[in-house]
Nanobody
Framework: QVRLVESGGGLVQAGDSLTLSCAAS????????MAWYRQAPGMERELVAK???????RYVDSVKGRFTVSRDNAENTMDLQMNSLKPEDTAVYYC?????????????WGQGTQVTVSS
């Protein structure tokens, strides 16, 4: 089992920066990929940024050049540095991890943290 806890959300103005953090606990040695997803009201949950065990990252087009995902495997944390925030970045942001126990893959989610960007 893996537990994910997000922190760092809040209310900011357009153009501001914010950093989200995700702390993993439990069977963290089983974690492979980690990611940030977001869900705006009335919208489907979408992948924002994904980072593999080796640090390879990819981003949704709408955040490229503005967001940076990083991961510290020793500390079992993942951050999302968000710069030049826009009102359309307003959403609940979720931390995600997939883990392999040796026999099966499992998906884990955090409880989410609200990011609100005012214009």
């Amino acid at each position: 089992q893996v537990r994910l806890v997000e922190s760092g959300g809040g209310l900011v103005q357009a153009g501001d920066s914010l950093t989200l953090s995700c702390a993993a606990s439990g069977d963290t040695k089983c974690i492979f990929d980690m990611a940030w997803y977001r869900q705006a009201p009335g919208m489907e949950r979408e992948l924002v940024a994904k980072i593999g065990n080796g640090g390879d990252a990819r981003y949704v087009d709408s955040v490229k050049g503005r967001f940076t995902v990083s991961r510290d495997n020793a500390e079992n944390t993942m951050d999302l540095q968000m710069n030049s925030l826009k009102p359309e970045d307003t959403a609940v942001y979720y931390c995600y991890a997939n883990a392999f126990s040796g026999t099966r893959w499992s998906d884990y989610w955090g409880q989410g943290t609200q990011v609100t960007v005012s214009s």
